[in-house]
Nanobody, 115 residues
Framework: QVQLVESRGGLVQPGGSLRLSCAAS????????MGWYRQAPGKQRELVAA???????NYADSVKGRFTISRDNAKNTVSLQMNSLKVEDTAVYYC?????????WGQGTQVTVSS
């Protein structure tokens, strides 16, 4: 059974940086599309960034140039480097795996950007 476990988020000041990691158990990680989503209070869950099996990436316009998604197939991990964080980046961040029409979610981790 595939499980996704995100690293702990945290409290960061505006302009700061934070790196999230997600460890995936199970098979077929290298051929999966991995993504990071977020959900702020009162808002719908939205895609932040995704990376395909051939390392094509896609970013939400709001994070382009600030966030970077990467993957390590040897370690079955996907990471999200977040720089120049803004208050509006505050949300619960979820790791996601998509493969053959099936989607799996991590439990989510809180990121709070505040002074």
């Amino acid at each position: 059974q595939v499980q996704l476990v995100e690293s702990r988020g945290g409290l960061v000041q505006p302009g700061g940086s934070l790196r999230l990691s997600c460890a995936a158990s199970g098979m077929f990680f290298s051929i999966s599309t991995m993504g990071w989503y977020r959900q702020a209070p009162g808002k719908q869950r939205e895609l932040v960034a995704a990376i395909t099996s051939i390392n094509n990436t896609n970013y939400a316009d709001s994070v382009k140039g600030r966030f970077t998604i990467s993957r390590d197939n040897a370690k079955n991990t996907v990471s999200l480097q977040m720089n120049s964080l803004k208050v509006e980046d505050t949300a619960v961040y979820y790791c996601n795996r998509a493969l053959a029409g099936r989607t799996i979610w991590g439990q989510g981790t809180q990121v709070t950007v505040s002074s």
